[in-house]
Structures are given as C-alpha cells and as structure tokens.
C-alpha cells in the first residue's frame, strides 16, 4: 500500500482544496490545517493522528482503530493514532477503485477521519 506519508499526501490532496483547509508542517511532517488550526498530520510511526470530538474518540477506541496520542509526555484526549499503512493494519477490503473515499479499508477510514477532524475542527474555530 506505501506508507503513511504516501497515504496522507493521497488524502490531503483531495481535503486541502476545501475552504479555510491549508497544508502546512508540524513535528516535520506534513499536517492539514483549517483555519489554521491543525486537524491531522503523520506521526513518527505513519500513523495519522486527527482531532476528533468526544464521541468519535470513543469510537476509534472501542474499534479498536487506533489510541490515545501522547504529546510532550501529556495524554492528549482529543487526538488519536489510527494503525494503518506502515503497519499494514486493516487488511485491504476489496480493490482500489477511483474517487474519494476508494481505495483499501485503511484509506476509507484515513479519509472518514480525516474528513471529521476538519468538520470538528471548523466548528470549533469558525471565524
């Protein structure tokens, strides 16, 4: 499948051209921003990491999809790692087809996050 920069570059190709959405840097590596906000970028690992609301947090956990990210020592309870394509977690669900939103099970679920964290992140921030 590539790897976590090659997936999330795939992505923010297509999320980046929505309205307020920039590209930008943190941790020195490619991250996604609106209104300047940061709402995902790529970890060390090739993890995505989102900021997503509450419930959608507890989602992720329940599923087992990802985890609770650690920033400067500190649990971040909005920010999670979802396991994807450096791991090879989530094994492909069908062939890649065209469009947003095709691709393997771990894209599919790279794009619905990466699409909640912008929506949150715009609510939270709405100029």
Do not use: N
Request: charged share 30%; hydrophobic share 40%; proline share 6%.
């Amino acid at each position: 499948m590539g790897s976590g920069a090659e997936l999330f570059e795939r992505i923010a190709g297509d999320v980046a051209t929505g309205p307020g959405v920039t590209r930008g840097r943190m941790f020195h590596a490619p991250d996604l921003r609106v209104h300047g906000k940061v709402f995902a970028f790529v970890g060390r690992d090739g993890r995505l990491i989102v900021k997503l609301p509450p419930e959608r947090v507890q989602q992720v956990l329940a599923e087992g999809e990802g985890d609770l990210v650690e920033l400067g020592g500190r649990r971040m309870r909005e920010w999670v790692g979802l396991c994807g394509a450096a791991s090879g977690d989530g094994a492909p669900d069908g062939a890649a087809a065209e469009g947003p939103g095709a691709g393997t099970g771990v894209e599919r679920r790279w794009r619905a996050a990466v699409d909640d964290a912008c929506a949150y992140v715009r609510r939270l921030h709405e100029p």
